[in-house]
Structure formats: C-alpha cells, structure tokens
C-alpha cells in the first residue's frame, strides 16, 4: 500500500500531470458556466481526446474536469438565478437573493470556499474509505434505496416555504411528471398524450432551466433593473470566506452527507444539494432568512455537491456502478485506456485509485482559486441593466436545452415548463419542491417495484427500511417546527414569506379567480394520472396511481381553502397582488417579457435558431434596450461568434427550422 501511495505521490507532483489536470479544470469550469450542460456533456467533449494517451495523463484531465464543475456552476446560479447543473439548484434559493442584494461576490466566495472543502473532503473519503466502503454499499437492497428515495423527499417539508400542503402537492406533481413515459417495469407507455417526445419523459436540464430560468428572466425584464439593487459588491469574498469558516462544522456535515450519498449509486446526482440545504434548514436556530440571501443556504449545497464527486467514485472504481451520469461516462473512458474496475483497483492499480483521489482533491483546490480570482470582477455583472443580459442568457439557455435530445422540441417543451415554472411562482407553490419530485420519480419508482419483487410488501419491515423511514418521518417533524397551519389566516409577502402587514392578496372573487383556475388545472391533471394510469399493469400503475390519488385528495383540499379561507390566507397568496401591496413593484404584467421567448421560439421553428437568435438580439436590444443600431450589431455580432465557436468546438447543432428543410444551407445556418 506505501508504493502504491509513493507512486501516486509522484505522479501528482509531475509538471506532465498538472498540465492535463490544469487543462481538465480549465474545460470544467468552462462546461460549468454554461448552463445546462454539466459533468455528461463535459465528460463526453473529452473522450475523443484521450485515445492513445497514457492512462495517468488521460485520468488527469478527467478527474481535473469532473472535480471543478459543480464550483464552476456556481455563477450562473448565483449570479442569474439560473442553475448550472442539475447539482446546483439549491444555490439558487439563497445565492441568488443575495446577488440581488449586491452581494455577489460573498456568495460567490463563500460557494468557492465550501466547495473546495467539500471537495477535499470527499477525496479524503474515497482515500481512506476505499476499502471499508465496501462492504457497506453491498449491503443496501432495493429496499433500502427505495427509503433513501423517501428520505429525499421527506427534504419538501423544508422547501415549501409557510405551506407544507402546497410542497406536497408540488412534489406530487414532480413524481407525476417524472413518471412520463415508459414504466421502468413493464415498458408500458405513460402520460405521453401520443407525442412521441414524451415517450422518453423530459430531460432533467428541461426541467431546471423551465422551473427556474425563464420565470427569473421574465421577470427581470419585466423589472428593467439589474440583478443586484445595491451600488456596490457588499462584504465582498473575504466576508464569504469568514462565513464558511464560521459555519465549518455545517461544512463538515455536508460533505460527509454528500460523500455518502454519491457512494449509493444513483442517488445523489441531483437531490443531494437538496437534501443538504433541508439539512441547513433543519439545524438552524433561525431558519427565517432561508430564501431571502442566508448565506448557509449556499455553503451547505455547494460542500455536499463538491463532496458528491469522492463518494460518486467509490461505486464507480470498486463495483463498475457508476455514481451518478457523469460517471457513467467516467467508466467508458476507464474501458477506453483498458482499465477495468473492480478489485484490481484495490489491488494491482491501487496506485491509480490514489492517483485519482488525490487529483480530485488538488483540482478542487486549484478550480477554487482560479474561481476566487473570477469572482469579484464577474460579479460586478450584477449591476448591469439586465436587458443588457438577457438576451445573451436566452441565447445560452435556448442552446443548452437543445442539447437535450437535439429536437427542435426541446424549445417547445421548454416553454411549457417555462409557463409552468411562472405560474408556481406566482402563486407560491415551491418550485424547489416539484423539482425534486421530479428527480427522485424515476429512482423511487425502479426501487418499489424491484423490492415489491424480490421481497413483496414484507420489505418494508426490514431492519435498514425501518430506520431509514423512522430518519425521513424525523425530517420532515423537524420541518414542521414554526410552520403555519393550513386553515390559519396568514399573510405573506411577495416572497411567499410571512408578512408583519397584511397584504392585498385574494381579497375579492375577482382576485382569486386565478388561483382556483390554476388550481383546478392542477386537480384535473392528478385526475388524468389516475384515469390513464389505472387501465396499466399493476407494477406499471403502482407508482403513478396511488401518488395521484394522493394527490387529489390533497388538492381537493386546497381548492377548498381557495374558495371559503379568509383574505390573506396562504392559500390566497399571488404574488403580483403582494408586490404591488407592498408597493415593491410598479404592477407591470410579466406576460410581455414571455412575448419575446413566443417571439424568438416561433423564429427558431420557420428559419433556425441561428438566423432567428440574431433577429431576436437586434429587435431586442432596439425596442427593449433602446441601445441603437450600431452597438446592436456589434452586440449580435459577439454573440452569434461566440455561439458559432462554442458549437464548433463541441461539435454540437443548432436547431433547424422549416426552411433548413427545404434549402441546403451551409454551417451553421444549416
């Protein structure tokens, strides 16, 4: 074991070996950036390069890249709203608040901060666990995954904000979307409404970009303002640094929760950001800042999240179960430079797994500093006009959710996210909620009807069963301290948070007409799940069935309120009427903002998106930005560059449109 350590030691050290970890990180962080495309797309740009380069070379620029993504996604997440990656969604609800503050730079350096302490963390971990984790993830049935599945959604009670009822049902909602398509069972086919899209279920990255970037830019053009209100970067990243090491052991805690639920493979990719700001929630004395800029909201996702990558690598090194997608691409590039996971890399190429932990941990630290260098000029973005964004942002998420399935698709069924991320917003339904509804559905699913074969419903008296459900009813009582009851008159602000002041919310019929209209979408689609799915198999309707009739009963409930609850009851909050209340806002509707995605997806559909991207910019910034025609161009000019160049480098398409069809146009207007 010493010669193996000493070996890997000294490939560490190696000027040949930092300078592919180095070129690793720099092609992570940029993956990172870019939203949508996170650590698969990052991985896959790299397979092609490592044919024929020696196997510590090549395992250092992957490693290098797979390390710094989850820090590199920090940005957007921060700075827009708009998360990265699947495994920084949770940052969004406190980095984000904060950026608006102005204080971008803390939360962007107290992210760096905890991820690099995540990261090393999770690299010690898989160093010293290596072997001892064996026999641990070898004893974890489909039972016990299917539990850890409900102890991830016992997480809900935390993200739904003053109304536990309405994260239910928007963690209901979740599942049911995340049962579209084939059941996992049987093959059956589920929810499609006989689009052949849908026969697959909608890509993760549609989702996050749907429930939280198009809401967020609406109604930052909608606003006309900057991201940030302030006129300065606040404390700045030294404050952030003081914030994390001032909450060390919640960093601690963090990361070992997330080493831990990337060794369970399948698990953690994109709850266990979730799962560990419940955790803050949970653990805090005041828990009353979470949503509005608390700075533990961003400390404790970004260590689990960095933390994820050691635990992610145990499976994937020790069993060839990969940890999570981008590890799934991780082992083909094992296969590629004949390396076979499994015993031999606790034995013959123990030098190798050393090698890959201990690069994991140095990246960390290297993709950090390169970060904390960034920070503080890329921050000052946030006192930009956004209008001066946006256009850019648009263009970027457009191109990611493409990538999906590479269908002009994509864009539509974005939109339809999109309306649907708006209008659970508005309302106050916990998007944060319906999104892990949505990742846990598949797993949940696969689980129950693996166990419910192997061991009927006997497996829920298991030992690990037992304690894992007695650890999710512990969560979610904890997340029942200080919560509002359902049938109280509360009234809430236009953050959906508790007010000292009544607000003007639901007062009159006319007022609350839609909340019960969209309310009652909600009911009639819990209704289709039980129609469409009850006709199935029985291990194709199990999951799907028993979770909508669920969830009828519980929006029958909350139509109900909606109809004879006193004003200012949750039930009545919209967050239009509360802003305008607090005279926060100056009533501006947000659907003109969504007139210019109708505008720029309909483009796309008749001429392609890279003709129709630059219409859009120029008729944007004309009529919107007023920023004149020359600059215009110039604008568009660097944009449509800088889309050509990302799609050349990455080998990746643009959307067609009709006219691609019927003339042949050269690259990339083809």
Not at 305 to 316: D, E, I, R, S, V
Not at 387 to 409: E, S, Y
Not at 498 to 524: H, M, N, W, Y
Request: hydrophobic letters at 55%; glycine letters at 12%.
């Amino acid at each position: 074991m010493f010669e193996a350590m000493q070996s890997a030691f000294l490939a560490l050290i190696s000027i040949h070996h930092f300078a592919y970890m180095f070129l690793g990180i720099v092609v992570g962080l940029g993956v990172g950036i870019l939203p949508g495309l996170g650590g698969i797309a990052g991985m896959s740009l790299l397979m092609p390069f490592i044919y024929g380069m020696d196997q510590i070379s090549a395992l250092a620029m992957l490693v290098g890249m797979v390390a710094v993504i989850p820090t590199g996604d920090t940005f957007t997440s921060v700075l827009m709203g708009i998360p990265g990656s699947s495994a920084s969604q949770a940052t969004v609800l406190d980095g984000f608040p904060l950026a608006r503050k102005g204080q971008a730079a803390r939360a962007l350096s107290a992210a760096f901060s905890a991820s690099l302490l995540g990261g090393v963390f999770g690299a010690v971990m898989l160093t010293g666990f290596v072997v001892v984790a064996k026999p641990l993830i070898l004893s974890f049935t489909t039972a016990e995954l299917f539990m850890f599945s409900l102890l991830g959604l016992s997480v809900v009670g935390v993200l739904a904000g003053e109304s536990i009822m309405r994260g239910v049902v928007a963690a209901g909602l979740g599942l049911m979307v995340g049962a579209m398509g084939a059941a996992p069972a049987t093959g059956e086919s589920r929810f499609d409404l006989g689009i052949d899209y849908l026969q697959d279920g909608i890509p993760l990255v549609i989702i996050g970009l749907g429930l939280f970037a198009i809401p967020e830019i609406a109604d930052l053009i909608r606003r006309s303002r900057p991201i940030a209100s302030g006129s300065g970067l606040g404390a700045g990243w030294l404050q952030g640094v003081r914030d994390t090491l001032k909450n060390w052991f919640l960093v601690m805690r963090c990361s070992a929760l997330g080493t831990f639920i990337g060794s369970i493979p399948g698990l953690g990719g994109g709850v266990v950001d979730w799962i560990a700001y419940g955790h803050a929630v949970q653990t805090s004395k005041d828990s009353s800042e979470f949503g509005k800029g608390e700075v533990k909201g961003v400390i404790a996702p970004e260590a689990a999240n960095n933390a994820l990558q050691g635990g992610a690598l145990m499976p994937t090194l020790l069993f060839g179960i990969p940890g999570s997608g981008s590890m799934a691409v991780f082992l083909g590039g094992m296969a590629l430079l004949g390396l076979q996971p499994g015993p031999s890399m606790v034995t013959t190429d123990l030098q190798l797994t050393y090698t890959i932990a201990w690069t994991l941990a140095f990246s960390s630290i290297v993709g950090a500093a390169i970060c904390f260098f960034l920070a503080v000029p890329i921050a000052r973005l946030t006192f930009v006009p956004f209008n001066l964004i946006a256009p850019f942002m648009i263009m970027i998420i457009c191109f990611a959710a493409f990538q999906a399935r590479r269908d002009l698709t994509d864009l539509l069924v974005l939109f339809a996210v999109g309306m649907v991320g708006i209008f659970l917003r508005r309302f106050g339904w916990p998007r944060p909620a319906f999104l892990i509804g949505f990742v846990l559905s598949s797993q949940a699913e696969n689980y129950l009807y693996q166990a419910l074969q192997f061991y009927g419903w006997e497996f829920v008296q298991r030992p690990g069963v037992l304690i894992i459900g007695a650890l999710a009813i512990g969560s979610t009582l904890m997340a029942l301290r200080s919560r509002v009851s359902e049938d109280g008159a509360v009234s809430f602000d236009a953050d959906g948070k508790k007010a000292d002041k009544p607000v003007l919310g639901g007062t009159s019929k006319t007022e609350r007409r839609p909340q019960i209209v969209f309310a009652i979408v909600l009911l009639a689609t819990f209704l289709y799940g039980v129609l469409s799915s009850a006709p199935l198999s029985f291990l194709g309707s199990v999951f799907p069935f028993y979770t909508s009739v669920l969830m009828i009963a519980f929006m029958g409930y909350m139509v109900m309120m909606l109809l004879v609850a006193k004003p200012g009851h949750s039930a009545h909050f919209d967050q239009e009427l509360a802003a305008k209340a607090k005279g926060a806002d100056d009533g501006t509707s947000v659907w003109p903002s969504v007139g210019w995605f109708v505008f720029l997806f309909g483009m796309t559909a008749l001429f392609g998106f890279i003709l129709s991207i630059a219409v859009f910019i120029m008729t944007f910034l004309m009529v919107r930005t007023r920023l004149g025609i020359l600059r215009s161009l110039i604008y568009t000019g660097l944009c449509i560059a800088f889309m050509c160049t990302l799609g050349h480098f990455l080998t990746l398409d643009f959307p067609p449109g009709l006219l691609q069809h019927y003339v042949d146009m050269p690259w990339p207007l083809k």
